[in-house]
Structures are given as structure tokens and as C-alpha cells.
């Protein structure tokens, strides 16, 4: 297994500017039966998970034909999920979306409210240990 490597300056610059991750912003706690809409209801799970040598076309295609695709790729950005096709993106654009999100939603909550998000325990990744280290 590989390890996720940081996203650089410039892929986190191209993802603030992403629609998919602006939709994203948009779309946020709209609606929370949105996975029951979804596309890939119809579709074997297997197809959104694919294994690291196989290409994810099929999956980021169907999400591309998806109504709720926003709310999707902000489900998957406020849980930090960097497996599988989720909002018609792959784990390595995520990872750079990521980033993004989360100075973005930080500056969004004043200081001294929480979301009901952060309350939850959430995957640690890459970016939650390079943070720990770096303060």
C-alpha cells in the first residue's frame, strides 16, 4: 500500500476554485436524506471502491450524472473519507479539497461554537498528523 502524500500549493489553489467543491460549499447540511437520491443506490458499492490500480471512470461518471452530488462531496470533506469515489471525486483530488474545506468551514464557526460535525469522532488522515506535528 502507498502512502497519501500532502497535496501541494497549487493543487489546493485548483480545488478553491473546483465547482464540484464550490456545489459543495453551496450544498452543505441542505438536506440530510440525500443519500437516499443518491445513484449509487442502484449500483454495486464495489464500483465506488475501487482498488488502487483500477481506474475510477465508471464511478466519477455516474456521480457526474447525480442530483446530489454536492451534498455528497461535503459529507465526505466534513468526515475527512479518503477512500472511494464520493461527490464525483477521487481520494487524491479530495485530499486537496480537504485542505480547502477545512480553512474554509474553520472561519466559518466563530470560536466559541462548535458543530454537531465535531463532535463526532472522525478518520484520522494525513493532513489531522502533518497538523499535530507542525503545532
Avoid: Y
Avoid at 488502487?52 to 466519477?60: C, G, H, I
Amino acid at each position: 500500500m502507498t502512502r497519501a502524500r500532502m497535496p501541494r500549493p497549487h493543487e489546493v489553489a485548483a480545488a478553491r476554485k473546483d465547482p464540484r467543491l464550490l456545489r459543495a460549499f453551496d450544498e452543505r447540511q441542505d438536506d440530510v436524506a440525500w443519500r437516499t437520491r443518491g445513484v449509487c443506490q442502484t449500483v454495486d458499492p464495489e464500483t465506488f471502491f475501487p482498488a488502487p490500480s483500477e481506474p475510477a471512470d465508471t464511478a466519477v461518471a455516474l456521480c457526474r450524472t447525480c442530483e446530489v452530488q454536492g451534498a455528497c462531496l461535503a459529507w465526505a470533506l466534513e468526515a475527512g473519507d479518503c477512500h472511494g469515489v464520493w461527490g464525483a471525486t477521487t481520494p487524491r483530488e479530495r485530499r486537496a479539497m480537504l485542505v480547502a474545506w477545512r480553512t474554509e468551514t474553520a472561519t466559518d464557526v466563530p470560536n466559541n461554537q462548535s458543530t454537531v460535525l465535531e463532535l463526532i469522532p472522525k478518520q484520522r488522515t494525513t493532513l489531522d498528523l502533518v497538523d499535530r506535528v507542525a503545532s
